[in-house]
């Protein structure tokens, strides 16, 4: 007997992510059903996607609100705006599994409300464990809520302890391409162009975590993900440089075994094994071929020319609000990095700088979670629109 369809919401359907997903379900008719699809401003890519998905609800941004109803109005499709609205649709009955790929801090309301529903989540958005990392692991816990991972290296790890959930991690390792500007120096870095840190040499991905790749702070941000869902301090996760990106992460247990999982660069996998776990479905993505990568090749990350890495092991060690203090200076000055307004090396100084100002909290509550985010925010937008020397 075949199993019922999978009944999908995507949140961020208009992203790198989102049409990754959207690509394995057009691969997987008889598995996958859309059920929801949303995004922010790309309201014409969205209308394609629902007409061609014919999902029960999409969600966008306000200003494109009345456009996307106006063209969807003929269609047996409900439109809707604003951030509760993420928070509903997603806890709709019919929603099965939720894809988490909005980027940022805009991710995490929707994705706990997801939690609070009971739907299992595939998550991509891994700002949302950044940020909240405490309260969100322990909702799910509470509500028995899985967290399927889409980042590579956390589904590379996540795969590696497939049969092995009772024996202990000794530690994990984090592979990082180490973005375009690996090998460079500080004086390198404080001239680099927006183009020049967009060009990510291995993946294709959304603007924000491209620049994230860049600065090592993607890979910041994933040392706290996977202590949150895989239980780690931080001293058992470490960073190797891997350039070819093809070993997506390891893990070393207690009797000094390493296993790695490893395939050609292609987030499709961990997306569609987040989808389908603990099934692997058959796939006609890409095959590796051991001849054409004849050395793998790994080195340690610089940390002082990238030094995103030391401040997220800092902000995860003092843990409380300071993860999502980092995660909010990251954001405004990623941004006002692609605006012009910063350079380069400012992104991590102005990170540091607002770890050091905003009022620590041990531990948040939500709303305590969304002031720090709004202070951090604050402090950040002042640092970069005065262009001081950071
Ligand atoms: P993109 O920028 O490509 O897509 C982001 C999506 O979120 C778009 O659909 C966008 O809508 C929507 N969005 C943006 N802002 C808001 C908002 N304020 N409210 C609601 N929706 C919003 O990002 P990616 O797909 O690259 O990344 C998504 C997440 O997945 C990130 O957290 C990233 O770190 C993570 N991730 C991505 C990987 C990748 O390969 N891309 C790999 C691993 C993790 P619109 O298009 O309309 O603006
Ligand atoms: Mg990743």
């Known amino acids: 007997m075949t199993p019922p369809k999978k009944r999908i919401a995507i949140l961020g359907s208009t992203g790198s992510i989102g049409q990754q997903t959207l690509d394995i379900v057009r691969a997987n008719p008889d598995r996958l059903q859309v059920e929801v699809l949303t995004a922010q401003n790309n309201a014409d890519l969205l209308i394609e996607q629902a007409i061609a998905f014919e999902p029960n609800a999409v969600v966008v941004g306000e200003e494109k609100y009345k456009y996307v109803k106006e063209a969807l109005q003929k269609h047996d499709i409900k439109v809707f705006t604003g951030a509760d609205a993420l928070c509903q649709v997603v806890q709709m009955e019919t929603v099965d599994i939720v894809l988490a790929a909005i980027v940022g801090f805009a991710g995490l309301r929707s994705t706990i409300a997801a939690i609070e529903a009971g739907k299992p989540i595939a998550l991509a958005n891994k700002e949302t464990l950044v940020v909240a990392g405490a309260l969100v692991t322990a909702l799910a816990k509470e509500k028995g809520v899985n967290i399927y991972p889409v980042d590579s290296e956390h589904s590379a790890i996540f795969q590696c302890l497939a049969g092995e959930f009772h024996n202990k991690i ?108 603990p099934q692997r479905i058959a796939s006609t993505f890409k095959r590796f071929d051991f001849a054409a990568y004849p050395s793998l090749t790994f080195e340690k990350p610089d940390m002082q020319t990238f030094p995103a890495i030391q401040l997220a092991y800092e902000a995860m060690k003092k843990g409380g609000n300071l993860p999502c203090v980092l995660n909010a200076a990251n954001e405004i000055a990623v941004g006002a990095f692609l605006n012009d307004e910063i350079r380069f090396n400012d992104i991590p100084a102005v990170v540091e700088k607002c770890m050091n100002k905003v009022n620590y909290i041990a531990t948040p509550s939500l709303p305590d979670y969304i002031a720090s985010d709004t202070e951090a925010r604050k402090e950040a937008q002042s640092l970069t629109k005065k262009k001081i020397s950071l």
């Open 170 to 277: 000794e530690k994990i390792y984090l592979t990082a391409s180490g973005g375009p500007f690996r090998g460079k120096d500080t004086k390198f870095l404080s001239s680099v162009t927006k183009a020049e840190a967009l060009k990510h040499p291995n993946w294709s991905m959304g603007a924000k975590i491209t620049i994230d790749s860049a600065t090592m702070m993607n890979k910041g941000l994933e040392i706290i993900e996977a202590g949150w869902l895989f239980g780690l301090k931080p001293e058992q996760i470490e960073v190797i440089i891997h350039p070819q990106s093809i070993i997506h992460s390891l893990v070393q247990f207690e009797d000094g075994s390493i296993k790695a999982q490893m395939g050609l660069p292609d987030m499709k996998l961990p997306i569609q094994y987040a989808l389908f776990y």
